[in-house]
């Protein structure tokens, strides 16, 4: 009974009729080909036959991204046969991986954050979707380092790995599947079956819509990239074929669909090299201890401190939204909230689709009492995306706290719905349900918090 309140919207199969290769993995349906499948490419292919170690260094390390194609696919890189379908399960099937959907994983700094055995992801969680209807996508940092795996891969000189130097990452995932933007250091990703298809932008381009994003990436697919006009605004693109290798060059922002059920491996290196990129990795430090101060002063001190690393990172990437918005959201821990409204305004004049931007619009006007114009912002946000749960929290809160709390009870119902484990938004909703004379919807929420308590025990 319990169970079944929990998973009121639990997971649902994908209606998929989908034909399996030799390898064991599933090739992609018709109906996915036909929405996500593209002929856009507009990032260079090169035979790594015809690719010197020279014209690499000079022509695209650290300056654009370039796919690498080679005669015999991922033969030429890798023992493809040790990465089937019954091979992996068969050496690895007790192993634990982590998998998420698009948002989340960025959300948590590059984690999934459902645990399963492989096996179970493969015979099961695979076929599934979650709570936003968005099949879940493995993106583990350490299950490939814990298998014998790396001693499959023989990839060119050109993409050598080096211990210590080097992270990997284990991507794994049904059509649909994928990651929304985010960048990082220096990378390069290869495919052994299935097929990614890619959206870039240069660090100098925030990509419409955000990052640490509102957005999965198949709700920036649907709701954000067909409103994308203007030339200089549209993604740089391309879908990678089973056996290429894309390198992507550090700061390099991309998002990836996966077309058909596609299992390849990520390496990166773990620090940044240029400029640039460098001041963005210098603010993991500084958000480190702005989360560990202790008093207002310190968390003053730290967010002043985050601020000049931003506006130094600004004046370098003046149209950069992502570092306005990162500013925005700091400036209130100084006390410039009217400062804070007027770089949030300038992000929102650049990219209407930012949706974490509009909900901290919508927090500075509560917090300057104009609730009325917050409540505008916040059915602004869900208009663009109804799937956000951020947006269905801060507006249950804004009508809970200005009287209404009957309709702050939908929000937060459907803040559940989304993040159906959820402690704090159980309570949002039995608090609400509580205020809205609803005994018997309070009674049945304080019984899921004690279920969901019991795993915390």
Known sequence: MMEDIINQNPHKTVDEQMEVSSNGWREADPRVIAKYDSTICNIEKRNI???????????????????????????????????????????????????????EIVRRGGNGEVGSSFSEFVDKLIQQEDETGEPLYVFDRNFYNSSTLPKTLKPPSIFKIQNGIDDSIFFLGASRSGVSFHKHADSWNGVLYGRKR??????????????????????????????IKAEEDKPIECVQAAGEILYLPEGFYHGTINIGDTVAIGIQKKESTLGIQKLFYEDRYLGEMLTKSKTSEERTEWS??????????????????????NIAELLPNVDRKRASLDMVNKVLKKDPYFLIAILHKADLMIDMNEAYKAEELLQEALQLNPELFDTRVMYGRLLYDTGRPEEAVFHFRKATELRPNNIHFWNYLKNAQIASDDDRGAEESDEIITYLKSFED
């Open 304 to 325: 002043r401190k985050f601020i000049e690393l931003y506006t130094t990172i600004l004046e370098l990437l003046p149209e950069s939204t992502e570092v306005m918005q």
């Open 49 to 103: 036959e015809d690719l010197s170690s020279e014209e690499f260094e000079k022509v695209y390390r650290y300056k654009k991204p370039v796919i690498v194609t080679f005669p015999n696919g991922a033969e030429d890189w890798a023992e493809a046969d040790k990465w089937t379908v019954s091979n992996l399960k068969k050496e690895y099937g007790d192993f634990r991986i982590y998998s998420g959907n698009a948002r």
């Open 198 to 227: 890619w959206f870039l932008y240069p660090i100098d381009h925030t990509p419409p819509g955000g990052v640490f994003t509102g957005y999965t990436m198949l709700e920036w697919f649907d709701m954000v990239y067909p409103k």
